[in-house]
């Protein structure tokens, strides 16, 4: 998997997945999508064959510590984190159906794990 360097393709992928929401529907706080992007990165990694990585007092805080540094902060907080989110979202229904098929899931996780950790730590 090539790392996704087009930020138009990024929003495309964002607003695609936002537009499958229900009309009305109000997004999750970015606590709650930053622990969801963590429990999908965490299937991934074990489908990658790696450690379990702890989800330490530091990256539980983000979302405080985005909130203490304002609105703007925030904001682009937010669009990272959709982004995040849009590329990783399938991620574990395809190993899944990888691996429901016998496909080896180490190679294709181990790629979009990497994604998500250079993604997550661009900051």
């Known amino acids: 998997m090539a790392a996704m360097e087009n930020p138009e393709q990024i929003r495309a992928m964002r607003s695609a997945a936002q537009a499958r929401g229900a009309p ?3 997004p999750a706080t970015l606590a709650v999508r ?5 429990d999908q990165a965490a299937e991934i990694g074990r489908y990658a064959a790696l450690a379990g990585e702890s989800f330490t007092d530091e ?9 203490d540094a ?7 907080a937010e669009q990272g984190l959709d982004d995040i989110l849009a590329m990783i979202e399938p991620g574990p229904a395809a190993l899944r159906a990888l691996s429901a098929r016998g496909q080896e899931t180490t190679a294709p996780a181990l790629a979009l794990w990497r994604e998500f950790h250079a993604a997550r730590h661009a900051g």
């Not at 930053?34 to 963590?38: P, Q, T």
């Not at 990256?59 to 909130?67: E, G, K, N, Q, V």
């Open 59 to 67: 990256l539980a805080r983000f979302p405080a510590r985005i909130a």
């Open 24 to 26: 009305g529907h109000q």
């Open 34 to 38: 930053w622990a969801s992007l963590h």
């Open 70 to 76: 304002g609105s703007a902060v925030e904001g682009l």
